[in-house]
C-alpha cells in the first residue's frame, strides 16, 4: 500500500503530468460546456464579417462562412476527444479479447492467432485504416472504426505478451484446479492484472489516435463538412491559409496541445506504473 | 550467411499472404463495380455484362484469386477504372517524388532524432535533457499536416525564405521536415532510453575501468550497443514514411503515389487501389527486410551461435 | 619496502530517497607489494563497494566523504587516488591499477569480439603499433590459458564459456601489468571444477608476474582464502572488524563473526568434527543499524557494554587487529 502511495504521488507531483492534466482538464470541460462557453453556435453562419481577423467580439476571428472560429474549437473539442476514446476503446476491447483469449487457450490456437496478428502487422495501420475507408466509405464514424480496427493487431499483441506472462502465476493454476470456468479465469483474474498495463498503452496510443482519425478528416476522408472537426477544420482553413490564417493555426493549435497533453500523461502514468519494464519482460 | 537466407525465404510467403490479405478486402466491397465502369451511365443488361467480362468478375472468386496473384507477381494489375490507363504505368509515373519524399523525411528524422536521442541520454536527468524530451514530445505530438501548413505559411509565405511549389532539392526541405517529425520525435526518445540502458550495463563499467575516455566509451562501446532497438523501430515506421507521403503531398500539393491513392479512394478506383496498395505492401516489406539485415549485422548474438563450450 | 596501496580513513555513502546511507566506515588497510590480501564478508559488508571506491567507479549516487587511498605507481611514485582528476584517473585505471569483475557475460561488450577488448586497453596505455598489441593480446590469451587464442581472439563473448570469457576479463586486468589488481568474486559465478582450474590460473601467474603485482582478492568464500591469500581482513556492515595472516586468522581467528564464518564452512566442521553452525540473525540494513557493536545482536559473547559503545579496531600485534570488547576471551 505504500509503495502505491509513493508511486501517486509522484505521478501527480510532477511537472509534466501536472501542466498535462490541467490543460486536459480545461479542454474536457471546455468540450462539456461547450454551449455555455463559446459565444456562437459552430453551425451559425455570417455572425460577422466573413474571415475577420481575431478580435474582441470573435477570439480566433471568423472563417470563410461567418462562422466564430472560437466556438467551433470548443464544439470541436467534443469530436476530437470522443472519438479518440472510442476508437481506443474499441481497439483495446477487441484487442483484449482476442488476445487474452489466444494466450489462455495456448497450443495451435495461439501459434494461429499470433500468425493473423504478424500478418496484420505486415501492414502500416494508416495504410489498413485507408483501405478500410476505401470500403466502407467516407464519414467521421467510418474513420473512428477503420483506425479502431487498425489498432487491433498493435493491442493484441502486447496484451498477449502480459496476459502469457500472467497465465504462469501460480494463483491461475490454483484457480484451474478449483474448477473456475474458461471464461472466470481469464476476465475475472488474468484481466484485472494486466489492467495497468492496459491502461498505460491506451493512454499512449490515443495521441495517435486522434492525429490518425483527424489526418483522415482532413484529408476528406472522416468528418465531413459542416462539422466542426479540427481535422476537417484545417482542411478547410487551408485554402485562406494566406489571407485568414487564424483559420488554420488555431484549430491545429489545439489539436497539437491537446495531442501532447495526452502524450504526456501518457508517459508519467507509465513511468508511475513501471510499466514499460512488465511489457518488456512480457515481450523477451 | 544462415541468418540472411533464413529471412529472405521468409519474405516470399509473408508477401503472398499480405497479397491476398488485399485481395479479400478489397472483393467484399459493397456495391457494383461495373456501375463504376460505367459512370453511372444507363445501361441495358447486355452491356452491363461485356463490361463485366471485360473485368473479369463473371469468373469464380477462386479463379480471380489465383490470377490477382499471378498479376501482381508480373506487375501488371490491369487498367484503371477512371483513367483506364495501365495502373503500373500510372505508378511508375508517380513513384519518383514520392521515393525523394520518403528518403528526405528518413534523413531528418533518423539524423536530428539519434542528434537529440544521444544528447539526452549521455546525461539523464540533466537540463538538455528535459529539452531534448521536450521537443521529442513535441515531435511525436504535432499533427504533420499542421506542421506542414505552419512550415508553409511561415517560411513560404511569411518569410519566403524558402519557394512552396516547384522541383528540385530546395523544394523537399519543408515536405521532408513535414514527413520526419515525428519519426524524429520517436527516434530521439527510443535512442535515448536506449542510451541510458546501455550506459547503465556493466560492460561500460569495465571499459571505464580500462581507462578509456568518455568519448571513446560513448562513440565505440555504447552507441552500437544502443543503435539495436531505433533500428527495429524503423521498420515500423516505415509505416509512417507512406503514410506521411499521403498527407504531406496533399498539402504541399506535391505529386507522387500518395495523393494517386487518396484519389483513387475517392473516386472508388478499385484496380488502382488495389495496385497501389499491392505495391506499398511489397515495398513495406521489403524495406523491413532491410532493417533485419542491418540489425544482424550490427548484432553479432543475433547472427552468429555459440560454437564452443 | 613501500606499500602498494595504502588505504585510510575511507567513508562512502549513497544518496537515496531515504537520504544518505553510510555504507563504508572508516576503513583503513593496506597491501605489500606482491601479497595477495583478502577481503572476506557477506554481501552487504561493503566489499565491493571498498573496490569501486578504489577505482573511482561508484556508482552516480555514490560519493566518498573523506579519507585517503594511496596507490603506488608504476613509476614507484606515490599518488591519491581521490586527489586525482578523471584525466589522471583514466591514466591509471587499467594501466597501474585494474579489476576482475564477478559476471564475466555481463562484463564483456556483446558486439565486440573479445580479442578487440583486450587490444584497446592496451593501445589506450601503452604507445605501440596495432599490430604489436595485437600479438600482446595473443601472448596475453596464451598466458591465461586459451587453446587456440588466433581463432578465439576472433569470437564475441556469447560464442564462449563463463571459464573462457573470465579468463578474458583477467588477461584485460593483466594487459598493462599493474601494481594492484581487484579481483571482486571472480570465480562466484562459475561452476565449481571451473573455479578450481580459475584459482590454479592465478596462483600460477601471481608467482609468475614479473613486476610484483599484489591483488587484493574480493570473496565471500572462505575455502577459497585459504587457497589463494597472505593476509585476510574481514568486513561487517561497512566495517573491517578483523585483520591478520591467512594461517594466524583460521588458527585462531580473533573476533566471533570470523568464527562464525569459519564454523559456517564445510570442509571446517568435518576436519573437527562438529555439526555446521549458522550465525543466528541477519546482516542488518545499513540506515538501521543496532546501537553499539554492529554485530551484537548476533553476537554469542554479547555482552552489555557492547550494545552501548562501539569497538574500536584494535592492534592485538604487529600483524593481527580486531574490533571486539571481547576478543581476550578467544586467545
Known amino acids: 500500500m505504500n509503495r502505491n502511495k509513493i508511486i501517486l504521488k509522484r505521478f501527480l507531483l510532477n511537472k509534466g503530468s501536472a501542466i498535462g492534466g490541467i490543460f486536459l482538464i480545461v479542454i474536457i470541460i471546455g468540450a462539456i460546456f461547450a454551449p455555455v462557453i463559446a459565444p456562437y453556435n459552430w453551425n451559425a453562419v455570417d455572425t460577422g464579417p466573413r474571415l475577420s481577423p481575431p478580435s474582441l467580439s470573435y477570439l480566433f476571428g471568423t472563417d470563410i462562412h461567418g462562422r466564430d472560429v472560437f466556438s467551433r474549437i470548443v464544439y470541436g473539442a467534443r469530436y476530437s476527444l470522443s472519438v479518440g476514446v472510442i476508437s481506443v476503446l474499441f481497439g483495446i476491447i477487441a484487442g483484449s479479447m482476442f488476445g487474452i483469449t489466444i494466450a489462455y487457450i495456448g497450443g495451435r490456437v495461439d501459434i494461429i492467432g499470433s500468425r493473423i496478428i504478424d500478418v496484420m502487422f505486415g501492414f502500416p495501420s494508416f495504410l489498413l485504416s485507408l483501405l478500410v475507408v476505401a470500403i466502407i466509405g467516407v464519414g467521421l464514424w467510418n474513420v473512428v472504426f477503420a483506425v479502431g480496427l487498425a489498432s487491433i493487431p498493435h493491442f493484441a499483441r502486447i496484451i498477449r505478451s502480459a496476459a502469457l506472462q500472467v497465465k504462469e502465476q501460480p494463483y491461475i493454476e490454483a484457480g484451474i484446479n478449483l474448477g473456475f470456468g474458461n471464461l472466470r479465469i481469464m476476465f475475472g483474474h488474468i484481466l484485472p492484472n494486466i489492467f495497468p498495463i492496459i491502461i498505460v498503452i491506451a493512454t499512449m496510443d490515443l495521441g495517435g489516435a486522434i492525429i490518425s482519425i483527424a489526418s483522415l478528416s482532413f484529408l476528406g476522408l472522416g468528418a ?16 485562406y491559409m494566406r489571407y485568414a490564417p487564424w483559420t488554420m493555426i488555431y484549430p491545429g493549435l489545439f489539436l497539437f496541445l491537446t495531442v501532447m497533453s495526452v502524450n504526456l500523461l501518457g508517459d508519467r502514468l507509465s513511468q508511475a506504473l513501471d510499466a514499460r519494464q512488465s511489457i518488456n519482460r512480457g515481450k523477451a | 550467411m544462415n541468418f540472411f537466407i533464413k529471412k529472405l525465404i521468409i519474405v516470399i510467403p509473408t508477401l503472398y499472404i499480405a497479397w491476398t490479405v488485399v485481395f479479400v478486402t478489397l472483393n467484399i466491397i459493397p456495391g457494383d463495380p461495373v456501375n463504376l465502369m460505367l459512370g453511372g451511365r444507363p445501361a441495358s443488361e447486355e452491356v452491363r ?37 495501365p495502373v503500373t504505368k500510372m505508378i511508375k509515373e508517380n513513384m519518383m517524388p514520392t521515393i525523394q519524399l520518403s528518403i528526405g523525411g528518413l534523413i531528418f528524422g533518423v539524423f536530428f532524432g539519434v542528434f537529440f536521442g544521444i544528447i539526452a541520454g549521455t546525461k539523464p536527468n540533466s537540463m538538455r535533457d528535459t529539452f531534448a524530451m521536450v521537443i521529442a514530445l513535441c515531435g511525436i505530438s504535432l499533427p504533420s499536416f499542421w506542421i506542414g501548413m505552419m512550415l508553409i505559411f511561415i517560411f513560404g509565405t511569411t518569410l519566403g525564405w524558402v519557394p512552396i511549389v516547384g522541383e528540385g532539392f530546395v523544394s523537399l526541405i519543408l515536405p521532408s521536415i513535414s514527413v520526419g517529425l515525428f519519426f524524429a520525435g520517436g527516434m530521439a526518445r527510443l535512442t535515448r532510453s536506449s542510451l541510458v540502458d546501455v550506459l547503465n550495463q556493466d560492460y561500460i563499467r569495465t571499459a571505464k575501468s580500462k581507462g578509456l575516455s568518455t568519448y571513446n566509451i560513448i562513440l565505440k562501446h555504447s552507441l552500437r550497443n544502443a543503435m539495436i532497438p531505433p533500428v527495429t523501430l524503423l521498420g515500423i515506421q516505415f509505416g509512417l514514411l507512406i503514410t506521411g507521403a499521403v498527407i504531406t503531398e496533399e498539402v504541399f500539393a506535391r ?41 544482424g549485422i550490427i548484432d553479432p548474438r543475433i547472427r552468429l551461435e555459440r560454437k564452443s563450450a | ?300 559473547l554479547v555482552k552489555e557494554s557492547c550494545k552501548i559503545q562501539k569497538p574500536d579496531l584494535a592492534k592485538i600485534s604487529e600483524s593481527r587487529k580486531s574490533r571486539c570488547f571481547e576478543y581476550k576471551q578467544l586467545i
Open chain 1, 224 to 239: 465531413q463538412p459542416p462539422e466542426p472537426e479540427w481535422g476537417a477544420m484545417l482542411s478547410s482553413g487551408r485554402e
Open chain 2, 49 to 85: 455484362e461485356n463490361v463485366r467480362k471485360n473485368l473479369g468478375l463473371d469468373k469464380p472468386v477462386a479463379e480471380r484469386y489465383v490470377s490477382f496473384l499471378i498479376n501482381a507477381t508480373k506487375g501488371d494489375l490491369g487498367k484503371s477504372y477512371l483513367t483506364r490507363q
Open chain 2, 255 to 295: 505529386p507522387g503515389l500518395g495523393q494517386l491513392l487518396l484519389q483513387a479512394i475517392l473516386a472508388k478506383d478499385i484496380p488502382l487501389v488495389q495496385a497501389l496498395v499491392v505495391y506499398m505492401t511489397a515495398v513495406y516489406i521489403f524495406l523491413n527486410l532491410i532493417v533485419d539485415f542491418t540489425y
Open chain 3, 1 to 300: 619496502m613501500r606499500n602498494t596501496l595504502e588505504v585510510k580513513d575511507l567513508n562512502t555513502y549513497f544518496k537515496s530517497d531515504y537520504g544518505s546511507i553510510k555504507a563504508l566506515e572508516n576503513i583503513s588497510f593496506y597491501i605489500k607489494e606482491g601479497e595477495v590480501l583478502a577481503l572476506v564478508g557477506e554481501s552487504g559488508s561493503g566489499k565491493t563497494v571498498t573496490s569501486l571506491s578504489i577505482m573511482g567507479l561508484l556508482p552516480p549516487n555514490g560519493f566518498i566523504e573523506k579519507g585517503k587511498i594511496a596507490l603506488l605507481t608504476k613509476n614507484n611514485t606515490q599518488i591519491n587516488i581521490l586527489e586525482l582528476s578523471e584525466k589522471k584517473l583514466n591514466q591509471i585505471r587499467g594501466n597501474d591499477v585494474s579489476m576482475v569483475f564477478q559476471e564475466p557475460m555481463t562484463c564483456l561488450n556483446p558486439t565486440m569480439t573479445v580479442g578487440s577488448q583486450i587490444i584497446e586497453v592496451i593501445i589506450n596505455h601503452k604507445n605501440i603499433s596495432f599490430s604489436a598489441a595485437k600479438k600482446e593480446m595473443i601472448e596475453l590469451l596464451k598466458l591465461v590459458e586459451i587453446p587456440e587464442p588466433e581463432q578465439r581472439s576472433t569470437e564475441y563473448p556469447h560464442q564462449l564459456s563463463g571459464g573462457m570469457r573470465q579468463r578474458i576479463m583477467i588477461s584485460i586486468a593483466l594487459a598493462c601489468e599493474p601494481k594492484l589488481i581487484i579481483a571482486d568474486e571472480p570465480t562466484t559465478a562459475l561452476d565449481v571444477t571451473i573455479q578450481a582450474q580459475l584459482l590454479d590460473l592465478l596462483k600460477k601467474l601471481k608467482n609468475s608476474l614479473v613486476s610484483k603485482t599484489s591483488i587484493l582478492f574480493i570473496t565471500h568464500n572462505l575455502g577459497i582464502v585459504r587457497e589463494i591469500a597472505d593476509r585476510i581482513i574481514v568486513m561487517y556492515a561497512g566495517n573491517i572488524v578483523e585483520e591478520g595472516k591467512v594461517s594466524e586468522v583460521f588458527n585462531k581467528p580473533l573476533h566471533p563473526y570470523t568464527i562464525g564464518l569459519i564454523q559456517s564452512l564445510p570442509e571446517f566442521n568435518i576436519e573437527n568434527r562438529k555439526k555446521i553452525q549458522p550465525i543466528p540473525g541477519n546482516v542488518p540494513n545499513m540506515n538501521n543499524l543496532p546501537s553499539g557493536c554492529n554485530f551484537n545482536p548476533r553476537c554469542y
